[in-house]
């Protein structure tokens, strides 16, 4: 993997760049929806298959999860919630099969963190009035107006560099010592022209970098969203 | 010898140190998540029926503890691989 960022595959005319992380996202995008389809095709009042188990089971789980942070009232989030987390999740662990995450790349979780500062600030708008949401930033003083506006910026900037900085982090280690084994095989073993000691190792780090921290930062990040949109509710 | 290219390589150094130096700020992470799972395996040893709850919770408060860490990362990451202060130099 390229540790100075996605390579550019082709270039738009009006500086629109396809890199490697616009062609694994629409991957992504097809297999999760291909999965969805197919777990949620033909279903019936009492299951008799193991699909539909399945799609149940991770269904109720999501609702359980979104209840429990946002409350019964905002069940109608579970839907975007579920996305922002199967993505997330997937983007991070396609890492396993070779692939570039695609949350090693700091525009995607930007664009993510931005729907959610939108979604925060339209549902304060909406619940408290144009008039009380713009009093909010100049409270308890006038003066501490210019820190309030920062601190609301300041938190999709925060989730936006966690999840990239996470993830980015384990690609640039992993490559790095990937190299340093591929140089250390060379030197110690100089009959076979293999690197041998790249076989095996990587993988423990990998078990580290791309499973624990990909499906920690996903579930993170949508915890984030949960609680500053509920926040936001209420 | 080109002055350009001094200023370049002295520019390049001292970014390279002061990429360096910005990971230090991953000492600050590393005590507040010690003390963090710490304080959790109290809870946990006091009341083992809880452990669920409590390690989910102290992961989320980990990863949240971790964003200064992350920051000091990103500054790292821009100095070494797309470092904005060579750009300043013409030629």
């Given amino acids: 993997m390229n540790i100075q960022g996605p390579e550019i595959y082709y270039r738009l005319p009006g ?24 777990l949620g095709h033909g279903l019936k009042d009492k299951p008799d298959s193991r699909r539909q188990v399945i799609a149940e089971f991770i269904v109720s789980k999501l609702y359980n999860m979104v209840s429990e942070v946002m409350g019964k009232k905002n069940l109608n989030f579970a839907p975007y919630i579920g996305t922002l987390i199967t993505l997330s999740a997937f983007g991070s662990l396609c890492a396993l099969i070779g692939m570039r995450p695609i949350t090693a790349d700091l525009s995607v ?8 500062f939108v979604m925060v600030q339209t549902f304060r708008i909406k619940k408290r009035g144009i008039g009380k949401y713009l009093k909010s930033f100049f409270e308890p003083t006038p003066v501490i107006a210019p820190l309030n506006i920062i601190s609301e910026i300041a938190n999709p900037v925060s989730m936006a560099f966690r999840h ?7 690609v640039v280690i992993t490559s790095l010592i990937y190299m340093a084994l591929a140089g250390l095989s060379s030197m ?16 423990f780090l990998s078990i580290y970098f791309d499973l624990f921290t990909g499906v920690l930062q996903a579930y993170i990040f949508c915890m984030l969203t949960m609680v500053f949109v509920a926040g936001a509710t209420e | 010898m080109d002055i350009t290219l001094i200023t370049r390589a002295i520019v390049l150094g001292a970014s390279a140190i002061g990429a360096g130096i910005a990971m230090i700020a991953g000492i600050g992470p590393g005590i507040g998540q010690g ?25 989320l408060g980990c990863a ?3 964003s200064t860490g992350i920051y000091s990362l990103v500054i ?8 904005p202060l060579v750009n300043l130099i013409a030629g």
């Fill in chain 1, 15 to 38: 500086g629109i760049h396809i890199t490697e992380t616009i062609v694994n996202m629409w991957i992504l995008m097809a297999v999760i929806t291909a999965v969805c389809a197919y």
């Fill in chain 1, 109 to 116: 979780t930007l664009a993510w963190a931005i729907v959610t």
């Fill in chain 1, 164 to 170: 990239f900085g996470n993830i980015a982090s384990g």
């Fill in chain 1, 188 to 203: 110690v073993i100089k009959i076979i022209p293999i690197p041998v000691l790249q076989l095996g190792i990587p993988a």
């Fill in chain 2, 35 to 59: 003390i963090a799972v710490s304080r959790a395996l109290e809870a946990i040893g006091r009341q083992p029926e809880c452990k669920g709850d409590v390690t989910t919770t102290m992961l």
């Fill in chain 2, 64 to 66: 949240v503890a971790e």
């Fill in chain 2, 76 to 83: 790292a990451l821009i100095l070494i691989y797309a470092n």
